[in-house]
């Protein structure tokens, strides 16, 4: 069993990288019709009437494959998850370039900085720089996610 | 047919509310399955050993959900979907409560600032503050999504 990598053990300027991934046409569909319903994210001849072109996934697909990737990478190593409390929030989420059916997605997440909670001994705050990539190494997706870690038990 | 609501037409100050929406503990365990699989969001049992103290949904799930709540505002009038062009992100997500199996969550969205976009004549841009409540009217999500809006036609 790996050990916990406890809030302590995180140091600004560490980062690990996402394996790929790709999205179908199927699911960029799917998740837009459940979430994200715009005549853009749901057929190319919309998408053709706008500056999309042709059909392009929710914003807030790519997101959530963004969060699957790291997931993923964390429990390649289950003593990041054992330490993994959520998240308070995100800053700066940036769609920078649209995701399109058979795209392949890859990505990393590097910390950029960590605080202590004042109001909660037991876990410590990590600011991460979460950037997808994808196949043609165009940065898609870039946001700064506010996670919460445990720390050492005392 | 509606008229479309143009970047031209859209108040600093003027508002949407969303209709509710109830949220079940199979969705929020097939969300977290798909896209963010951490124990806490998995199971009660799991979720029991963090501070989430029983299932709570995936931060992005309830975001998705606020998306889904947004468009069916917009649909409802469908000349604000005609106009709508995406977004080019997202500032200050914040996941305020835990949302749980059972939850209806309602919302609304305010326009909080707007500017021409210099690069694209065709779109202007509108950032909005939207809140998502749970039933017992306590802030759960506070985003500030940067959108583009069509401008109207010369």
């Given amino acids: ?18 394996e790929p991934l790709t999205v179908s046409r199927e699911e960029i569909v799917d998740f837009a019709r459940a979430f994200d319903p715009q005549p853009f994210h749901l057929s190319d001849e919309a998408a053709a009437l706008t500056h999309f072109g042709s059909l392009a996934s929710s914003g807030w697909h790519t997101t959530a494959l963004a969060m699957k990737m790291m997931v993923a990478a964390w429990q390649a190593n289950p003593g990041m998850q054992a330490a993994s409390l959520g998240a308070l929030g995100v800053d700066e989420l940036r769609w920078l370039q649209p995701v399109r059916p058979g795209d392949t ?33 165009e940065p898609v997706l870039t946001m700064k996610p506010i996670a919460m870690f445990r720390t050492r038990p005392a």
């Fill in 105 to 137: 997605l890859h990505g990393q997440s590097e910390v950029i900085e960590k605080k202590a909670s004042k109001s909660r001994p037991e876990m410590g705050i990590v600011k991460t720089l979460v950037t997808v990539f994808n196949q043609r190494d």
């Fill in 1 to 18: 069993m790996s050990e916990i990598i406890y809030f302590e053990d995180t140091e600004v300027g560490s980062s690990i990288e996402f």
